[in-house]
């Protein structure tokens, strides 16, 4: 049995094929090109899909089924995107138009974040398990939540918007319009903020020195790199960053109770350094501290989480 | 079709039976005589079932189901409570217990808010709904979530502590040893706190009138009452009040994007007052501002949920 898994992004569409382990056995891309009619978009999709297929030697009637992980909100049921801004798309029926190429093969979509812990579910850090919430820490902050094996999309297709949940009710100020918002504190961007901010105060930290004083050129590696190296500014940004995700780690674990938190996105790349940090300011905060609470992980998955969890949205019954 | 709900609480445990549209047809009560063997406690549970049974003139050959909603934590395969506090429960193997005297009838046992949740979906504000946050707004705030109608128990069975998300990281001191949960500024306690410190520091504001300058005697309805009355002291701490729990209702929505939010609890007394100034507050704050969010509503429910609730445990693969 093989699952298609299509990975759609403003920048490129990538398409694999998967096998029921959530293993990618091929895989191909080509540009989105955004912008264009919609169905000339997913034409392209399907093409590459008869592609990807054709060139792992295999046909579509070995296909089980077809599966999309998306931005903005998918209406899984209707399998039709309700919006993506990024895309320019509202109402975009997916399904039905993937079908007129692809033939009566099921076709199931989902938000690219909910798709990237279900890959987590099936072939990350959490395998096996039921009950997983992963947060990706990137530009923004997002999240993907799945309790009972199933996806906690939300009932108008727009829940587990984890980065916006309030863990500073009128602290910082937020893209979203409002204040105060998780991914204020624990994006990359947020990292990034506070470098440049320790760049125009303090000229001897080692951040200063690794970008000669160049605001612009302050990264969140950066920032972790000279954490890592001691120098204490750094440290001090590096322990305000824990800080605050470990307290949203901890609401997390008070809201939902899961078995894993994986972490995934550009900071986590910071490996252990980042998660004993984490774990450390958990337990301190737990709430039942007698009681076992999730394992508090990084997810080992990449890029391919978006192939691997679309292609399982598809397998979902099975897993 | 008959069921068995019984609300198993610090002072009381009370017994209903109720039909499968969540009607309460008869019931009763004992005390709970906490601190004695959980056997004797069971014991008399399973008396007073047999007894509200009898009763109402019916048999047990009728009941389809016992459910239990108990405080604390309960692993609803195993049917034992893992802890409730304060029954001074550890363990306790609830489901064997009460089959010893009732036979082998099926014995669900869930957490008390979680039951609520459940009593909300069927024969409260969420009727016929599958997607249902209900939050009490007590001495603390408890919460019970259900998503596709399942409710969120938790991995561990101590998940929906909705009064220990942390909203205000770093912010007032918890009960629960940490900073910044939800239930600091949106409990009753919150308001009576806040009420407290205007009877100190206002000598003119209608809170210490209406308690004759008596701290002890503040209570959430008086300054619930004095806000409603236009007293601007007390329509401050309103304020602050209702932009709380607004903001934890915002993030609840941005993480679980529920159909339904029912606010139960003391506090919710204060009705359409209440509910207005919330609603108004969510608006301003929400983050689609163009996709349906979750109706903000009262529950209609009063102590009854606990029965109807538990219940309904044993109907939940037919609700």
């Not at 895309?87 to 974040?113: M, T």
């Not at 612009?216 to 960053?241: H, N």
């Not at 674990?253 to 998660?275: Q, R, T, Y």
Request: net charge negative; charged share 20%; with cysteine.
């Amino acid at each position: 049995m093989y699952y298609i898994g299509v990975d759609l992004g403003g920048t490129n569409i990538a398409v694999g094929l998967v096998d029921k382990e959530g293993q990618i056995l091929h895989q191909d891309s080509v540009p989105t090109g955004v912008g264009r009619p919609y169905e000339m978009i997913l034409k392209d999709m399907a093409d590459l899909v008869k592609k990807v297929v054709a060139d792992s030697g295999h046909t579509m009637a070995e296909i089980e089924s077809v599966g999309v992980g998306s931005p903005g909100a998918a209406d899984t049921e209707k399998g039709e995107i309700v919006f993506a801004n990024n895309l320019y798309w509202h109402f975009v029926p997916v399904r039905a138009e993937l079908q007129k190429h692809l033939g009566a093969i099921p076709v199931s979509i989902d938000n690219d974040a909910n798709v990237a812990a279900l890959a987590e579910m099936v072939a990350g850090s959490a395998k096996g398990r039921r009950d997983v919430i992963l947060l990706t820490l990137g530009t923004g902050v997002g999240g993907g939540v799945i309790v009972g094996g199933r996806i906690v999309g939300g009932h108008h297709h727009v829940g587990a918007e984890i980065g916006h949940m309030i863990t500073v009710t009128d602290g910082e100020m937020c893209t979203c319009g409002n204040r105060g918002c998780f991914e204020r504190y624990t994006s990359a961007t947020a990292l990034i903020r506070m470098g440049r901010q320790a760049v125009v105060d303090n000229p001897g930290s080692a951040i200063h020195v690794a970008v000669g004083g160049d605001m612009e050129k302050v990264t969140a590696k950066v920032v972790l790199d000279a954490a890592k190296s001691g120098d204490i500014i750094a440290m001090e940004i590096f322990e305000r960053y824990v800080h605050h995700l470990a307290m949203g780690i901890v609401s997390l674990i008070n809201i939902f109770d899961p078995e894993v938190i994986a972490l995934g996105g550009g900071v986590s790349k910071a490996g252990d350094f980042l998660l004993d940090a984490v774990r450390a300011d958990v337990e301190k905060h737990i709430f039942y501290k007698d009681i076992p609470h999730a394992e508090i992980t990084i997810s080992p998955l990449g890029n391919e989480a978006g192939i691997i969890g679309a292609a399982m949205l598809g397998a979902m019954g099975q897993i």
